[in-house]
């Protein structure tokens, strides 16, 4: 995983609530076993027409808007199917951090394990990123656990683990394999068969 401590970007925001990971990524999408692709079919029915052409009233869409690495929505981010292929389609579009009023458990575990932020913040704090102008930066802070805007420190939770897992780059394979030595000594202790 890319470590995260800091992240400053433009953002885009999506302030609907229930955004399900088949709005997401519609399951016609899942064929791919890779973790990269995703991107471009992301938010796919709101992004494109039914000729496939992309709709310019869809955020995502805007010229302005591109190279936005936060997205800021409602609550209930993430509900529905317990597809990981959501989580990948957020990073692969260019996203590193997702601010909602609340998540599914599932989608939630998806993230951190994918090393993508997600950010739970109350709807007046939310509002307030969500009017930010296109080109206006937002500073989500890990080791201090606060999103900055124009003047404003909005402090978030995140597990003391997942914390320190996401400020030192560790994945749970990572997290493993700082104990190879002691794997490897253990493994020559067993007898051979």
């Known amino acids: 995983m890319e470590p995260i401590t800091t992240i400053t970007s433009t953002s885009i925001p999506i302030m609907k609530d229930n955004i399900d990971t088949d709005q997401l990524i519609p399951k016609q999408f899942l064929k791919n ?9 992301l938010f ?19 010229p302005e808007r591109q190279g936005a690495e936060i997205l800021v929505a409602g609550d209930n981010f993430g509900c529905g199917s317990s597809r990981e292929h959501a989580v990948w389609a ?9 601010i909602a009023g ?3 458990d599932i989608f939630y575990m998806n993230s951190t394990k994918n090393g993508f932020l997600a950010i739970k ?3 007046d704090q939310r509002e307030i990123l969500a009017a930010a102008p296109a080109d206006a930066k937002i500073t989500v802070d890990l080791p201090k656990q606060e999103v900055r805007y124009d003047g404003n420190r909005f402090a978030f939770d995140i597990d003391p683990l997942w914390k320190h897992k996401f400020i030192n780059g560790l994945d749970d394979i990572a997290i493993t394999m700082q104990y190879e030595d002691q794997i ?10």
Do not use: C, T
Not at 44 to 62: A, E, M, S
Not at 184 to 193: H, R, S
């Open 102 to 104: 609340g998540f599914s």
């Open 90 to 98: 957020l990073k692969d579009y260019g996203f590193k951090a997702v």
């Open 44 to 62: 796919f029915d709101w992004r494109y027409d039914k000729d496939g052409k992309p709709n310019p009233d869809f955020i995502l869409n805007k």
């Open 121 to 123: 913040l109350p709807l």
């Open 33 to 41: 076993i890779l973790k990269v692709g995703y991107g471009r079919h």
């Open 184 to 193: 490897e000594a253990y493994e020559k202790k067993m007898p051979q068969f």
